[in-house]
């Protein structure tokens, strides 16, 4: 069969969270969506001996582990899941939050990239406060020309290794698949579970470019300041989101 069209349908029943999808995993037997995903992972079903699916304590990109014992082999394969969640086919869902100290470790960021992006977040109040939108920070869009350039320049020579960190991660549980549940209504739910290769393939097709309201789009992944939590300190970290729904569309 044909991996991408298996790997989208519609179901009956509801979901709350992602305690559901470990229980249908751990219920694989007879429950047919967990049947489908495993064939999805490239499993064939008489094989499998054993499954046991844990949730991830941790700031991981990984959700769920699947782990899964093949007759015979006695040997344990594990796949790691980032879940999403989502009812609105619209929505955005974070994937990614970091001070930005964190990013300039992980991506090498220059000195004046970093001083850039914490003007864009408020880290540090801009001085010419006249013309801005909010006068704690900047958006992307009220930078000089030279400014925004150095911006899409940097975002732009490391868009690969970007992509990769806040999709897949690089820790131990870095994530292998991601599977995507679009809540219609209590009665039924749609599905999507993709090789998360295909994930940031699909999340990185596009340019770099600065939007109309100030922030970075990473290819269809939005970079902007956090915002909210009653003004805390934690509102200026970086945040990146995505539409987890446009895999179904891109299926």
């Known amino acids: 069969m044909d991996k991408r069209k298996l790997g989208s349908k519609t179901a009956k029943g509801g979901f709350r969270n992602e305690e559901d999808v470990i229980y249908k995993?751990?219920?694989?037997?007879?429950?047919?969506?967990?049947?489908?995903?495993?064939?999805?992972?490239?499993?064939?079903?008489?094989?499998?001996?054993?499954?046991?699916?844990?949730?991830?304590?941790?700031n991981y990109k990984t959700d769920v582990q699947v782990q899964v014992t093949i007759k015979l082999k006695?040997?344990?394969?594990?796949?790691?899941?980032?879940?999403?969640?989502?009812?609105?086919?619209?929505?955005?869902?974070q994937i990614d939050k970091r001070e930005i100290d964190k990013y300039v470790h992980m991506w090498n960021i220059p000195p004046k990239i970093e001083y850039l992006l914490r003007l864009?977040?408020?880290?540090?109040?801009p001085k010419n406060k006249e013309k801005l939108k909010d006068n704690r920070r900047m958006f992307l869009d009220e930078f000089s020309e030279k400014d925004k350039k150095e911006i899409i320049n940097f975002f732009s020579k490391n868009k690969i290794l970007i992509i990769s960190d806040i999709l897949k991660g690089?820790?131990?549980?870095?994530?292998?698949?991601?599977l995507v549940i679009l809540k219609k209504?209590?009665?039924?739910?749609?599905?999507?579970?993709?090789?998360?290769?295909?994930?940031?393939?699909?999340?990185?097709?596009?340019?770099?470019?600065?939007?109309?309201?100030?922030?970075?789009?990473?290819?269809k992944i939005t970079m902007q300041r956090k915002g909210g939590d009653a003004g805390r300190e934690s509102a200026?970290?970086?945040?990146?989101k995505i539409n987890p729904c446009l895999l179904f569309k891109s299926n």
């Open 25 to 58: 995993f751990n219920n694989w037997k007879e429950d047919k969506t967990a049947q489908d995903w495993l064939v999805t992972m490239n499993y064939v079903i008489n094989e499998i001996e054993y499954v046991k699916a844990v949730k991830m304590a941790g």
């Open 74 to 93: 006695k040997a344990i394969d594990c796949e790691n899941l980032s879940v999403k969640l989502v009812s609105n086919p619209n929505g955005f869902n």
């Open 120 to 125: 864009f977040t408020g880290k540090i109040e």
């Open 170 to 178: 690089r820790d131990k549980f870095t994530a292998d698949w991601m």
């Open 185 to 219: 209504n209590k009665e039924s739910y749609e599905w999507i579970l993709r090789d998360i290769n295909d994930v940031m393939n699909v999340f990185g097709q596009g340019d770099v470019k600065i939007t109309d309201r100030g922030s970075l789009k990473i290819g």
């Open 236 to 240: 200026k970290m970086l945040q990146f």
